[in-house]
């Protein structure tokens, strides 16, 4: 193996294991605090502390991987359901 190719498979091995422990961070914890309220869920304004319009008062917010996953999971489960749906309308145009 050359130096180059040894680089390349230590890079590699170091992406993949960023990337697998923040799946996994993700999975875990899929909240993160929110940045414009500190994690508090408000903040001061003109007449006393207000909730954050950001995270609705609960001081977190989803990470960006698991906003990901919850769009993937939603397009998949839209696609079976009018797969379903299709197969339905065959069955009963058939009948």
Known sequence: MTLSSLIDAALFACTMSITGRYILACWLYPFKPHKRCGGTGGHRGMGGIRLCHGCDGTG???RLGRRLHNAYTRVR???RVDRRRAQD???ELDR
């Open 60 to 62: 977190r917010v989803l």
């Open 77 to 79: 489960h839209d696609i």
């Open 89 to 91: 309308r065959r069955r």
